[in-house]
């Protein structure tokens, strides 16, 4: 079998849209870099509501957003302003400690804002954990077709491109859109490797996937993926981490220590304000949702 283990996420009903949680849990802890895996939606929100995600911090991670439908603007504390749409990656990278938001825009709430796409993090490799914060959005991504197939390369190297996405460790992330018979090889070069079923139908060497189960692959084996009647899937993964990750809130770090002092920080108001969105934010969570220790 193809598949190694599957990871069927945990659901978070937000009222208006559904957030589906795969990484951290139980049955897996990271894949590759991976610390964290979200999808979210396919939603149609209410005329005049909108997503917003107050003002919070991040530290020792990069946050990855990539979107299917929809926009998101982005804000952070170095004075980014960015609107999110599909075809775009964007990678924020916390380091040593930043702040941002995510709202939709203005523009899209008159006509009920559309959400659908993937929110993840990528834990920062050892001794670059504390690097200086930066942004960058990217959307000149190499696009690959054929045998009815079409993947877009968002981060590393994948069928032979590159994408010019930074990395900070070994890195492997894509979208594939499968045409009805259509089918794309999986390359079996990374470390770890998942794939996640997000619309649509597909089989992985005959196994049918579920839809929004994670599937971690074997590793070192080539493997098909493929659809009788469309689909589109994410692939995701790289290099396996020897030390292990904390995660607490919206704090990764290899030591425990950093993360009760990111929380005091918080707490004492020792983070950067978000020029623009200064007015809100998010407290100090007693028990958050996301808590994984190795």
């Known amino acids: 079998m193809s598949i190694l283990k599957t990871v069927t996420p945990v659901s978070h009903d937000l009222g208006s849209f559904e957030v589906r949680r795969a990484v951290p849990s139980a049955e897996c802890r ?6 964290f895996v979200d999808q979210f939606g396919p939603a149609q929100l209410a005329l005049g509501q909108g997503m917003d995600v107050r003002p919070h911090p991040h530290i020792n991670l990069a946050t990855v957003t990539w979107l299917f439908e929809g ?37 899209e709430r008159a006509g009920g804002p559309k959400l659908y796409g993937m929110q993840t993090w990528l834990a920062l490799p050892d001794g670059r954990e504390e690097i200086d914060p930066a942004f960058e959005a990217i959307s000149d991504l190499p696009v690959i077709g054929g045998g009815g197939a079409q993947a877009r390369i968002i981060m590393g190297s994948l069928w032979g491109r590159r994408a ?130 190795p």
């Open 164 to 293: 010019r996405t930074t990395t900070y460790a070994e890195t492997i992330y894509a979208e594939i859109e499968l045409q009805p018979g259509g089918s794309i090889p999986i390359d079996a070069d990374a470390d770890e490797r998942a794939v996640m079923l997000v619309g649509g139908e597909a089989s992985l060497d005959g196994e049918a996937l579920k839809l929004f189960d994670l599937n971690v692959l074997r590793p070192g084996e080539p493997m098909t993926l493929r659809s009788g009647r469309g689909g589109r899937a994410m692939l995701l993964g790289g290099e396996a981490f020897v030390t292990p990750r904390f995660v607490w809130w919206n704090f990764v770090s290899s030591d425990r220590e950093r993360i009760n002092q990111a929380k005091a920080d918080w707490c004492e108001g020792r983070f950067a304000r978000v020029p623009g969105d200064e007015q809100e934010f998010i407290p100090l969570p007693e028990m958050p949702m996301t808590v994984s220790y």
């Open 30 to 35: 990271m894949v590759g870099p991976f610390v």
């Open 71 to 107: 926009a998101i603007d982005h804000r952070d504390n170095l004075g980014t302003f960015s609107t999110i749409h599909p075809g775009t990656v964007n990678l924020m990278t916390a380091g040593s400690g930043i702040v941002h938001s995510e709202r939709s825009p203005a523009s």
